[in-house]
């Protein structure tokens, strides 16, 4: 798990960790204590994807992996939109290889 990214997303963030942590239902102290020790419940997990607007999967080896190596180049809000454009972009790509097997059954 990669919970650098929510430091990395959240700083972008409207209103930064401190408004992201209270948006999640959490204490800012709790969230940079889940952060720096790389372990967080599901649902603050789950919270903080859903204000962030990403899919949950990308705090995980693989798809944070891809991430960071996307945003080391860029910066800010503008990197954490084009982010979140590559998730949407990698979402639709998946439901349609999904759609095609499942026609081809």
Known sequence: MNLQ????????????????????GMSEANLHRCIRNNKIQAG????????????IGIFFAEA????ETQSDSQHG???WLHEKIALLEQRIKDKDELIKMLKHQ
């Open 64 to 67: 944070s992996n891809a991430v």
């Open 5 to 24: 990214l929510i430091k990395r997303y959240g700083d972008s963030y409207p209103g930064g960790l401190k408004r992201l942590a209270a948006d999640a």
């Open 77 to 79: 809000e503008v990197s």
């Open 44 to 55: 603050d997990l789950e919270a903080l994807s859903q204000r962030l607007g990403v899919e």
